[in-house]
């Protein structure tokens, strides 16, 4: 079993504390680093190359949003995985954590068993959006005005099957899920989430996700 090395990022000692005896118990999960800041997290980034950081959004110094934006401006932690952490009074920092780069979020009262998760669906670069937090990003995109403009336009470097599945992965959808709603194989669906992927610039999952709301492709409070 490959080891996934991780970093915690919180100003908060104790909370630092319980994740990492959570995350020690846990096997396949190893803890290379600590960080009370952003700036020591994207210090940790460099000098560990972790799968995954776990992000609080507020930090001293230099808070998660601005870490996870160096982290993901950097061509040398391209593989570095951002997990956000934010509370029921962050809503207005959910959808900027996931343009800044994050793999996704979670709210700071998820249940152990869904932290754990969250960490591996974040290394494997799939989008990790909690029920809470996804509801008010959707919220977040019926507010804003009419989509226009270049995020609009970059609709039509896609096939009408990427639409499709871009589509279909800002439903939360999983690779395996999308092969059977358009009847094409595992392989298939991720050389089209790949391929999207590339034309878009997109670092991972989360992001096709903003890009399909942002674009229109996708309308809040649409189900199908």
Known sequence: MSVLRVVLADDQVMIRSGLR?????????????????????LAAARAHRPDVIVMDIRMPVLDGL?????IAADPELSDVRVLMLTTFDEDALVFEAIRAGAAGFLLKDAEPAELLRGIRVAAAGDALLSPQAA????AAFAAAPTPAGPTARALDLLTTREREVVAL??????????????????ATSRTHVSRAMIKLAARDRAQLVVFAYESGLVHPGRTS
């Open 135 to 138: 509801r008010r990003l959707v």
């Open 169 to 186: 992965v800002a439903r939360g959808l999983s690779n395996e899920e999308i092969a059977d709603r358009l009847t094409i194989s595992p």
């Open 21 to 41: 005896a959570l995350l020690t118990a846990e096997p396949g999960l190893e803890v290379v680093a600590e960080a009370g800041d952003g700036q020591q997290a």
């Open 66 to 70: 601005a870490a996870t934006r160096a």
